[in-house]
């Protein structure tokens, strides 16, 4: 390769910045492959280019996952979880559907207006329910409540408390400085609008003005670690959980909620198969998840975020992969 392949290589970022230099040295007749590259059969022919030789990544560390800052490395794990589905309350009825080969796809709940007749999608039942004395507030500011943040507040609240942290445990989460209640939330919420009609609950949007929905989930459950709300599309929930996980790794919080919620309640945000569903997520270090015996239901050891900009999306995509894989 001449010197302009070489700098074009390494810009386009398919060229290790150690193989480049060695080459512009004239000290490594090799070739280096791609960093990372997709299936051949998923690219198109002119994309195509031989996948590397996988090389075997270093062994696990020792300080690894030793605390909140230990750094980019440190394995986080999941140790609650909850959620409601479609034909489904809880994660428990959801896996149990999944294992029978349920299809949960219904027509409209009683109560919900469609744009055209006879449509049929995966909704959530009884989404007008809630219980505003767990949360402490009066059923006037119930009522005002986005119908999405109702729904993300109680998943919230069932997730800590299958973590066993819905009671006085949850002081004991303290970040560095000694802050109680130390957790992050982090909110993805899918669009908005519409109104229940024959439920006697008019659905509204607040105004833009007034506290997203992580701040008001913040309030609610009392939770004083970074909170943030998330919109990056179809992928809020993962940004917002690359988000959390950079937090607990920078010791910014000592836990993470993240949480994500999708309601298609007016009828022009229906359409076949539409679905709707609340999950969230109880994360930790996974050092501290350990030291504190919490169940562990999964560890997440990297993630990464971007985007395609105007290139072709899938070998982009590749290289977003192999960023989390190469820091895994």
């Known amino acids: ?7 074009t290589r390494f810009k386009g970022g398919t060229l290790r910045r150690e193989h480049a230099v060695a080459l512009l040295a004239g000290t490594s007749p090799v070739v ?21 030789t996988p090389t075997p990544g270093p062994g696990p560390r020792a300080d690894a996952g030793d605390g909140p ?3 980019a490395g440190m394995p986080c794990a999941v140790v609650g979880i909850q959620g409601r589905f479609p034909q489904a309350g809880d994660l428990e009825a959801f896996w149990r559907n999944g294992l029978q080969g ?18 049929r999608g995966h909704f959530l039942d009884g989404v007008e329910e809630f219980d505003p004395d767990l949360f402490g507030l009066g059923a006037r500011e119930a009522a005002g409540l986005d119908l999405r943040e109702r729904l993300l507040a109680q998943s919230a609240w069932q997730t800590l408390e299958s973590a ?64 943030l709300s ?3 599309g179809d992928s809020s929930f993962l940004t917002a959980l690359h988000l959390a996980l950079g937090a607990l790794r920078a010791g910014e919080c000592a836990a993470a909620l993240v949480g994500a919620v999708e309601l298609r309640l007016h009828p022009a945000c229906q359409r076949p198969g539409a679905g709707e ?3 969230a997520v109880l994360l930790k270090p996974l050092a501290a998840a350990r030291a504190d015996g919490d169940r562990v239901h999964a560890v997440i050891r990297s993630s990464a975020v971007g985007h395609p900009g105007r290139a ?13 894989l190469a820091a895994a």
Do not use: K, N
């Open 277 to 279: 569903g609340v999950a």
């Open 164 to 227: 066993g942290y819905a009671g006085a445990r949850l002081e004991r989460l303290t970040a560095c400085d000694g802050t109680a209640r130390s957790v992050g939330v982090y909110a993805a919420l899918g669009p908005a609008g519409g109104a229940l009609s024959g439920t006697g609950h008019r659905y509204t949007v607040p105004p833009a003005s007034r506290p997203g929905p992580a701040a008001r989930l913040s309030r609610l459950l009392d939770l004083r670690g970074p909170s």
């Open 32 to 52: 280096a492959p791609p960093v990372v590259a997709l299936p051949v059969a998923a690219l198109p022919a002119a994309d195509r280019e031989p996948l590397p």
């Open 1 to 7: 390769m001449d010197t302009r392949e070489i700098l």
């Open 102 to 119: 349920r299809i949960a796809e219904a027509a409209l709940p009683g109560g919900r207006r469609s744009a055209c007749a006879g449509w």
């Open 230 to 232: 998330v919109d990056s």
């Open 312 to 324: 072709a999306p899938g070998p982009q995509h590749g290289r977003l992969v192999g960023r989390a």
């Open 69 to 71: 800052g230990a750094g």
